[in-house]
């Protein structure tokens, strides 16, 4: 029995297998590659998916925990558009919540895919790898289901035809769902039963381009008097700027647009914290990451004391701590009052495109910025970090900073999250061949990410490389900054750095503490030994390392871990104690003692808030 009861023969000599529809509707989303574990519930999709002969499948890459597989596709969806992630059934995709946290936060399009029980299997017994205490009456199936559904995201079970010579949709649904997971930049999960997977299901007809996926157009209307108005705002203004948030990050044509639009009326641009990394803050307009107090980096003085304008555009609509200043009063553009709001709520941001294509159309006056000028006065710079100096997180940034601005080749940042996050705001980054040159998780905040997803911006850097015919080599350099804390947490996925050949330059700013937010001396502070030799270890990844204790010895070695292909280790003896905190943190401990009404402190903040 079969559709040729209902749709005649020849339909139903082109069914193509759930598998075969799966696998097309990956790689027209532009995914070439899938992160994941196996396991028995997901070996039939494993079979299905993987490269094949006819050079139609998706490579599979093993990652050493479900968790990093997930992590890892999320870097995938920062620098690709979408990730995939593929794990089987509960032990395999439960350990995948942390990371689908983490992209529902981000906004990131992950789509994770879980093998589950045979439609067959189900109901009839209980099936091993599911939440079953012996006690139970029944058996449970949804656990999975339930938990990612609990997180916000649409969640799913694949399920074949329900009675036979009817139709299988479940390749229509995989795409829905995979398309939603596009439009929206958030993620998915979808389980899909392991009978299923080489069943036949209706053919679909994917559309000619990403862009035809039935997103429709702007129905915002109102466009041109939000045009009109911001035209007139700038008429008067002498001194406009932008500030740009993390919602272009997945949208390339709004922030070419948002360009043009700075580059031909000449406005500067800053972008929020969490926008860091999406513009080249060499560009003459790039103000660099605004946060208040917190900025570093040269932009600030014309934020502060010029700007009477600002076009802010794509930041988030609910105000975030870190993204503020840390709520410390300081944010000028968070209490800006001549201000235009363009938060963006369309799908893809259309509303957002309709506006910038009716500016970049317009004929107004061009400003007067000059960097240079505005660089010239700005008293907020950096330490200096003079090579006798001893290295540490007060000058990490200002001594990258000094080897970046020296290099034509782009440092592409992956800062774990701990007091390396914090410094990592003072760096100046330059603009990547992936479109991020500054990548973590900066608003979730989890530690444990930076090595899966090193792992994807070098295999991604090595891919661009090779389509550039530059050879093997790519003239881009990953850099993890990491504490000894973070690194421990994810030293298993070292495996496949060496295995995939991955040319990381990895520091080690070693304090033998989980230090950021650490309050008291407790045994749970303590993640790192004494004895323990990081060089031995890198050394069994067939990595090279070295120890540095000054900025000039660091900077020498920088430079030669740079031309190292492999793991590069550089292990940084780093203090706890606040004279080698990196600007921002001191400046946070200061504004946290002040708000506890320490009088030195309060007096201090004062001086500097004012
Ligand atoms: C998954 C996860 N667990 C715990 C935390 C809380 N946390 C934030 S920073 C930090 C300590 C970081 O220590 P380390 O990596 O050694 O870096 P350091 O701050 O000492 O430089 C901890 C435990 C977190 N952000 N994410």
Not at 13 to 31: A, C, K
Not at 376 to 396: H, K, W
Request: net charge negative.
């Amino acid at each position: 029995m079969s559709y040729e009861m209902n749709f005649g023969q020849s339909y139903n000599e082109q069914l193509p297998s759930l598998g075969e529809t799966m696998s097309e509707v990956i790689r027209f989303f532009g995914g070439q590659h899938i992160y994941g574990v196996g396991g028995d519930f997901a070996a039939n999709l494993i079979a299905a998916l993987s490269d094949n002969e006819h050079g139609d499948g998706i490579q599979i890459n093993p990652s050493s925990n479900e968790m990093h597989a997930g992590f890892s596709a999320c870097a995938q969806a920062e620098i690709d558009g979408m990730g995939f992630c593929l794990t089987t059934y509960m032990v395999g995709s439960l350990p995948c919540t942390s990371a689908a946290a983490l992209a529902v936060t981000e906004g990131l399009p992950v789509v994770f895919i879980s093998g589950a029980p045979a439609e067959s299997e189900v109901n009839q017994v209980a099936i091993h790898h599911t939440i079953h205490p012996n006690a139970s009456w029944k058996a449970e199936y949804d656990n999975a289901l339930e938990a990612f559904s609990a997180l916000g995201m649409r969640v799913e079970r694949l399920q074949g035809q329900r009675v036979e010579g009817h139709p299988n949709i479940a390749g229509q649904r995989f795409c829905q769902i995979v398309a939603e997971a596009y439009k929206n930049k958030q993620p998915v999960f979808i389980e899909v039963p392991r009978d299923q997977v080489f069943a036949k299901t209706q053919p679909i007809k994917l559309p000619k381009s990403l862009d035809n996926i039935c997103c429709g157009s702007n129905i915002l209307a109102g466009t041109e008097l939000i045009v009109e108005n911001i035209l007139s705002k700038l008429e008067q203004a002498q001194s406009p700027m932008l500030y740009l948030g993390d919602r272009l990050k997945h949208n390339d044509k709004l922030k070419s647009l948002i360009l043009a639009f700075a580059e031909k009326f000449n406005i500067p641009y800053a972008t929020t914290w969490f926008a860091k990394g999406l513009f080249d803050e060499y560009a003459p307009l790039c103000l660099g990451a605004y946060n208040g107090v917190f900025t570093q980096t040269v932009g600030r003085q014309y934020i502060e004391k010029s700007a009477d304008y600002v076009i802010d555009v794509a930041t988030s609509i609910f105000p975030q701590d870190c993204n503020i200043a840390f709520a410390t009063g300081t944010h000028k553009i968070e209490s800006f009052e001549n201000k235009t709001l363009l938060k963006g709520g369309s799908l893809l941001e259309k509303d957002l495109v309709a506006i910038f294509e009716g500016l970049l159309a317009a004929n107004s006056k061009t400003f007067n910025f000059n960097l240079f000028t505005a660089q010239a006065s700005d008293q907020y710079i950096n330490v200096m970090a003079n090579g006798g100096d001893d290295i540490d997180f007060n000058n990490l940034a200002q001594t990258l900073n000094d080897l970046q601005g020296q290099d034509d080749d782009t440092y592409v940042y992956l800062p774990e999250v701990g007091n390396s996050y914090f410094a990592s705001y003072s760096l100046k980054v330059r603009q990547s061949k992936l479109g991020r040159s500054w990548l973590t998780n900066p608003w979730y905040g989890a530690m444990g990410t930076a090595l899966p997803y090193a792992r994807v911006v070098v295999q991604r850097l090595k891919e661009k490389a090779k389509q550039e015919e530059q050879g093997q080599l790519s003239n881009e350099r990953a850099v993890v900054i990491i504490g000894d804390g973070g690194f421990h947490f994810q030293l298993n996925e070292l495996i496949h750095l060496l295995k995939d050949q991955t040319d990381v330059t990895i520091i080690y700013m070693r304090n033998n503490i989980f230090h950021l937010g650490k309050s008291g001396d407790g045994a749970i502070y303590h993640c790192n030994d004494k004895e323990f030799d990081v060089h031995s270890l890198v050394k069994a990844y067939q990595g090279q390392s070295r120890t540095c204790t000054n900025v000039g010895e660091f900077k020498d070695y920088f430079k030669v871990c740079k031309q190292q292909s492999g793991i590069s280790l550089i292990e940084v003896l780093a203090k706890p104690i606040e004279e080698r905190q990196s600007n921002e943190l001191r400046l946070l401990n200061l504004y946290i003692k002040s708000q506890n009404g320490q009088p030195d402190a309060v007096k201090a903040w004062q001086a500097i808030t004012q």
